[in-house]
């Protein structure tokens, strides 16, 4: 699904009106990946960091490089506004190597593969999400030789697991340290770039349609022939409807 032109970003944002967050994450990066020709089953396979690194990229094609957060200090309540780069988070992921990551430790030796956004997504609906990502993720577990139920596991190697699958997909989580310019106290929080951009596309798709209303309006033209204008020539359009 490669989005070209406004028509095809109204009808993305149109799609995703009635969808939960998920449903627009996936919209997205459906969007952000016309190589899979719209294989949701691939996108949800794919590393957490793949898609976000993905999305960053279809931010910057879209909106620019600059992205500007905002966040309040947790310390003093002072808002803060600073400015990121898009490519600095949408380089390309490395080539894909051994789709499983070992650990061994205490006797035991694990395998298993990244968690992708479809693991996530099953883990978090499950009464325990630490063991629903477990049985979906190791594929062998093994202590002493004599093979061993993924919930056997003991939290120790629980955590050297976690620990390894943020190594091997550190782009999943992108948590900002940001020092308050007031109290110098530092605020940690993550951005959510599906939901960063999908903010941006709705108040994008809302002052195209009204840009659509005020032509059609003073024109009489129809909206495939307004989006069909390019943002220059709509915006030069605009103005001339408010000198009259």
Do not use: K
């Amino acid at each position: 699904m490669a989005i070209t032109g406004a028509a095809g970003l109204l009808a993305a944002w149109e799609t995703g009106l009635g969808q939960p967050p998920a449903g627009r994450a996936l919209l997205l990066h459906r969007a952000a990946r016309p190589d899979l020709d719209g294989d949701c089953e691939a996108l949800l396979g794919l590393p957490v960091g793949e898609r976000e690194a993905d999305l960053f990229a279809l931010r910057r094609t879209l909106f620019g490089e600059r992205m500007q957060v905002r966040l309040a200090c947790d310390a003093c309540g002072q808002d803060m506004e600073f400015d990121l780069e898009a490519g600095q988070f949408a380089r390309n992921p490395a080539a894909p190597g051994d789709p499983l990551v070992r650990v061994a430790q205490d006797g035991w030796e694990v395998e298993f593969r990244v968690p992708g956004i479809a693991d996530l997504t099953a883990a978090a609906a499950a009464a325990d999400p630490r063991h629903a990502l477990l049985d979906r993720c190791v594929v062998s577990s093994v202590r002493d030789g004599a093979p061993v139920p993924a919930e056997e596991l003991p939290v120790a190697v629980q955590r050297r697991i976690a620990e390894a699958a943020e190594a091997a997909d550190p782009a999943a989580d992108l948590t900002l340290n940001v020092g308050c310019p007031e109290c110098g106290t530092a605020t940690r929080a993550e951005l959510d770039i599906a939901s960063y951009l999908w903010t941006e596309l709705d108040a994008w798709a809302r002052e195209l349609l009204l840009d659509v209303h005020l032509l059609a309006t003073a024109y009489g033209w129809s909206e495939p022939e307004i989006l069909a204008l390019s943002p220059l020539r709509r915006r030069y359009y605009l103005e001339l409807c408010a000198d009259v």
